[in-house]
């Protein structure tokens, strides 16, 4: 869990005049960056943001399984799951 205190918050300005002070504390914890008092950003390190984008990607794959997965199924023959598998990867060595 992210945590932020008085430490994580940083000045639009602040961040403008010493970047590279502030890239150096991202890769400990994520920074706040504001203007005119309110939160516009947040600096994450290059590794946080990868873990912040595979686990969105994640989420993304796990919403569409079960969106798939609760799709009412026409199964006429009453195939298992398997059966229809070599037949889909039948299908594709024929036309691939």
């Known amino acids: 869990m992210l945590?932020?205190?008085i430490d994580s918050l940083v000045s639009a300005t602040a961040l403008s005049r010493a970047p590279g002070k502030y890239l150096s504390q991202c890769k400990e914890k994520p920074l706040l960056i504001l203007k005119n008092n309110e939160v516009?950003?947040?600096?994450?390190?290059?590794?946080?943001?990868?873990e912040l984008l595979e686990a969105y990607e994640l989420v993304q794959d796990m919403?569409?399984?079960r969106e798939v997965f609760e799709q009412p199924t026409e199964n006429p023959e009453d195939k298992d799951v398997f059966q229809i598998m070599?037949?889909?990867?039948?299908?594709d060595d024929v036309h691939g």
């Open 3 to 5: 945590r932020f205190d």
């Open 40 to 50: 516009e950003g947040v600096l994450v390190s290059a590794e946080t943001y990868r």
């Open 63 to 65: 919403r569409l399984a």
């Open 86 to 91: 070599q037949e889909i990867e039948a299908q």
